[in-house]
């Protein structure tokens, strides 16, 4: 009897079709990175997503903050963590962290073949959510100084007004662990506050970083204020690539977790297992 090849395609929410491959697996893992600690708030939406999958994060502490590195300099950082990575055996990669994404992408595409996911700060949601019509954006000086962001507002942020803020230092109080200090607190303060004096009802959290202070920042702009971020809508995009190229892990597959760091600060692993939120295996690279 003639074997039969099922083919089944897959309307993604670009309204794309793709073929995908439902018996074919693969076991090696999905690498994500960012400047610091702050992908792993997109690590957790990909964990959770593909449970099966499993995944290697390298933390480039010791160069974080990107945002405010030239991007001759953060293209050097993606093209070592990515050989780093490569070189573990990564299917995809993830570039948790909108500055390097920004900065470096089409470059990383140019040069790399695996499928690369990249992230953007979350203006079309929010401009879609409000009902202001104000939407603020918390980024990296980086991210908002980008053309990537510029090409953002121009196709997205047309019917509302958008105001940015760049949060320098916030970073910093996440790689340090400062989740819920008072120093962390003011400085939401200064740079949410004029959001909110411009009438901003949803505030788009645009760093990786940032969704990891999420309680503290709700608690700064109060209830009322929206707040949105990509880690959920990034790991289902990966969902798809992986489904589209046929490398999606067996269902059976019990996945592990492995951290990379090449932080100097003593506390590094605890800030790590305290964002993760489980006790976590962190080398250093
Ligand atoms: N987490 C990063 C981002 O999403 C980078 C922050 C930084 O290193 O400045 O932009």
């Known amino acids: 009897m003639p074997q039969t090849v099922y083919n089944i395609a897959i309307v993604t929410d670009a309204g794309l079709v793709m073929n995908a491959h439902p018996n074919v697996t693969n076991a090696r893992p999905i690498a994500v990175f960012d400047s610091g600690v702050g992908g792993i708030s997109v690590l957790k939406h990909i964990h959770s997503l593909l449970p099966n999958e499993h995944l290697l994060y390298v933390a480039d502490s010791i160069h974080a903050p990107y945002g405010n590195k030239s991007a001759a300099e953060i293209q050097a950082r993606c093209f070592a963590i990515t050989d780093f990575l490569i070189a573990k055996d990564a299917k995809a990669l993830v570039v948790a962290c909108n500055t390097a994404t920004a900065a470096a992408i089409d470059q990383m595409r140019a040069k790399y073949s695996l499928p690369i996911i990249g992230m953007e700060p979350a203006v079309k949601p929010a401009a879609e959510a409000s009902r202001t019509g104000i939407i603020g954006v918390l980024a990296t000086t980086g991210t908002l100084q980008s053309a ?5 507002l121009e196709s997205y942020g047309r019917n509302v007004e958008v105001v940015t803020q ?7 109080c996440v790689e340090r662990g ?19 004096d411009e009438g901003a009802d949803t505030i788009v959290l645009g760093c990786t970083h940032y969704p990891l202070l999420k309680s ?29 190229h046929g490398l999606l892990a067996a269902s059976n597959q019990i996945a592990n977790v492995n951290f990379w760091t090449n932080s100097v600060s003593d506390n590094a692993e605890n800030v790590i297992a305290q964002l993760w939120g489980e006790p976590v295996k962190v080398s250093h690279f």
Do not use: N
């Open 148 to 152: 990537q962001f510029a090409a953002l």
């Open 166 to 172: 760049a949060c320098v230092g916030l970073v910093e």
């Open 178 to 196: 400062e989740l819920r200090d008072d120093s962390t607190k003011a400085l939401l303060r200064k740079y949410c506050q004029p959001l909110l």
């Open 216 to 244: 503290l920042i709700q608690e700064v702009v109060g209830a009322d204020v929206v707040l949105i971020d990509t880690g959920a809508a990034v790991a289902s995009q990966l969902k798809s690539r992986l489904l589209e």
